[in-house]
């Protein structure tokens, strides 16, 4: 097989692939996003900024005590983020365990919101750890159940242990399970790779194996999607698209609570990647706050006050 | 879709200028008999008239400072010196946000810069030298280090307080009071931290300012009454002071001009190299004595470097420094302007190739694009001179011997750095570069606790850390004691 040209899928072309790239200076990378993150959006960017935000928002309940009824709230407020008002964009995605894949998508088509797909949490999410065929077999209830996009976890353990080729074939299958069905996010897991030279190698892994997005985190383990490891995947994504043609996307997960933190990704994203990243269809946010706090600042800015939090809803 | 970012200037109202300043002499403002204007540098705006300071002003202030040292501050101890310097330094933090937008309004140089960079580190400049001012004795200096006397200081354009802060804040420490000459460009920070020593009640002629032009800056060094003297400048000037003092038992310190030379390796870390790239030469507009300047590309990575380097130069914010986003503001001066011009359109002469990314540039105030010229070598004088403004000539070597050859081929030695993710060759290539600081994987960075200075005609002498401080004492014979 040939991925992009670029690889032959064997142990050895991948670890001459990953060999050949750049380090990541750490101070150097640290600096530079923060001094990206001194940006100061206001007024029609920052109204801008709010509404690109929430659309690309994965609006994601991710807990062993959710229920179909709280799912059916989110896919609620995924369609409609302020009931008040229809001018606020659909949110990017619902994104939900697998058994609630199927109360998530029949509930969004019944409301009018067969616009927005249903990400799957896949392969053994969170920590990654069970046989391919469980992994296989994980994916492919996701997509039955109506699942367009799968959140795949890599295998950290062998990708620190340097078994580059074991983590490709596992993305590699599960792309195969995906098909044209649903798009595939592959989670790396970076408070677990901890240096951003794994990050890029991570990177490069996953797109190079046919990931349609690459993600920071599963949510469960911190640090998550912290601004220097979002450039780094972005550079990734920005270079991989100058070899190949291709643009794969970037979803930070994990730790953006605050509009603040949501202008700082896309601030990272407009001046790294690049204003063509700028979409629902190439950056996602992974969330479950963050929303709420986007639909207050965006009340602020029309109001002109704050409004007490019980004027957007709590699920 | 395009995320344009609306504009977010900073608020022009904390600072109140005056329509007219004279010198600070003696504790207190006396009027000049001449004035200049001095402008907003982005817009033309006249901002203020400062006094064109002659001998008879030199000679006031030499004399209030030389009374402060005999009377006053050469009988403080180290502990009640290091008093007013913290004092000093905290009300400089305090009133960081007026500093920031005054340098801004004054230089040109982007609000951003100012404000995280610039005060800051004058604030840290005066805290570190605070903590030495009681711990000379133990400095390894040798027995009671002792004073000069009176410093006469004549700081540049491009960093004014930053400057002023390098200068002032050791000669306190020291227990040398002082006579300071901004920049005629740039005299307004300096005024205002006149204000800040009367806030903080130093004694008064511990410092004085005087304001004027190269003429003043002649006074000075000529006077009999000082000491020793800190410059920080032009090579042209800092030649004709070190001629002016020859015959004298003056002492001095000269931080003159470079040509800095970035050297990155194949194995560089690319995309922070390109980062270490723009900020050495596109900090502050390229107004930097240790800029970047010439950036040596091995070989093998030139066609990546300067494709990234291209990419990232186009997200360069060039416009308005009051602007909370900008990241290129204005020339310094309308003088500066035409010298960079002079230079670059040499360059396109001798055949190197200009290329700049689409900026509008405003039509009232200076400005020039981030430019960078390929296909540059040894012999062209874009990689020989100092420009002093946003340009960057690009150079390449095959081995790294060549590098550091190229490297050192320059009568200056200021700065260099070295982007290589591998240690050994980042030793190596240190050891053997001729420069007074060397970054290895970033560049432009200054810190009070690190000594700063260049080889050759780069200067004399080092600022900062505890070597700066042997530049403001006597020690061992010198001192007079046995």
Sequence with gaps: MSFYGLVDGSEKSLVDFLNQLSGVDQVGAESRAAMLATRSIKTTSKKWAIETAISMVDLTTLEGADTPGKVRALCSKAVRPDPTDPTVPSVGAICVYNDMVEVARTHLDAIGGKHVPVAAVSTAFPSGRASMEVKIRDTQDAINAGAAEIDMVIDRGAFLAGKYGLVFDEIVKIREVCGEKAHLKVIFETGELVTYDNVRKASYLAMLAGADFIKTSTGKVAPAATPPVVLVMLEAVRDFYTLTQRRIGVKPAGGIRTTKDAIKQLVLVNETAGPDWLTPQLFRIGASALLNDLLMQRMKMSDGYYASPNYVTID | ?482
């Design chain 2, 1 to 482: 879709m395009t995320f344009e970012y609306a504009p977010a200037p900073e608020s022009r109202a904390i600072v109140s200028i005056k329509p007219k300043y004279g010198h600070f002499i003696n504790g207190s403002f006396v009027a000049g008999k001449k004035h200049f204007p001095t402008i907003n540098p982005a817009t033309e705006e006249i901002l203020s008239h400062i006094s064109l300071g002659g001998a008879s002003d030199v000679d006031k202030a030499v004399a209030a400072a030389q009374k402060a040292y005999t009377k006053t501050w050469s009988k403080l101890s180290g502990k009640e010196r290091g008093k007013y310097l913290y004092r000093i330094a905290r009300i400089l933090q305090e009133r960081a946000r007026e500093f920031a937008v005054l340098e801004t309004l004054d230089n040109g140089k982007p609000i951003r810069e100012t404000r995280d960079i610039d005060i800051p580190l004058v604030a840290a400049h005066f805290f570190y030298h605070a903590g030495w001012a009681d711990k000379l004795d133990y400095a390894g200096l040798g027995h009671s280090p002792k004073a000069y006397g009176v410093a006469g200081q004549i700081i540049p354009w491009n960093f004014p307080l930053l400057m002023l802060a390098w200068k002032v804040a050791p000669a306190l420490a020291t227990g040398n009071t002082v006579v300071l000459k901004p920049a005629e460009t740039t005299s307004l920070t300096a005024l205002l931290f006149a204000e800040v020593c009367q806030q903080a009640e130093l004694p008064d002629g511990v410092v004085n300012i005087v304001t004027g032009d190269g003429s003043t800056g002649a006074a000075i060094v000529n006077h009999p009454g000082i000491h020793k003297i800190a410059f920080t400048g032009s090579t042209d000037v800092g030649k004709k002071i070190a001629r002016a003092i020859a015959s004298t038992d003056k002492k001095a310190t000269l931080e003159l001009g470079g040509k800095g030379a970035n050297i990155v390796f194949d194995d560089a870390p690319v995309d922070e190299a390109v980062e270490g790239i723009v900020n050495g030469i596109f900090f502050n507009q390229g107004h930097v004595c240790c800029a970047g300047s010439r950036l040596i590309l091995q070989e093998s990575i030139a066609d990546e470097i300067i494709e990234k380097l291209k990419v990232r130069m186009s997200k360069i914010r060039v416009g308005d420094p009051l602007d909370k986003n900008t990241d290129l503001g204005a020339i310094n001066s309308k003088e500066q302007l035409v010298k960079i011009k002079e230079l670059s359109a040499i360059g396109d002469a001798e055949g190197a190739e200009r290329w700049s990314p689409q900026c509008n540039l405003s039509d009232k105030g200076f400005w020039f694009a981030p430019t960078i010229f390929t296909g540059v070598t040894q012999a062209h004088r874009i990689a020989q001179e100092e420009i002093f403004g946003p340009v960057l000539s690009v150079l390449t070597f095959r081995t790294p011997q060549e590098a550091i050859d190229k490297a050192n081929n320059t009568p200056f030695g200021l700065s260099a750095g070295i982007w290589s993710e591998k240690g050994s060759r980042i030793f190596w290539a240190s050891q053997h570069l001729k420069a007074g600081v060397i970054w290895a994987n970033t560049f432009n960075k200054f810190d009070p606790a690190s000594p700063f200075g260049g080889y050759k005609e780069s200067g004399w002498g080092r600022e900062g850390g505890k070597h700066g401080l042997t530049a403001y004492l006597k020690t061992g014979k010198e001192t007079g004691s046995k």
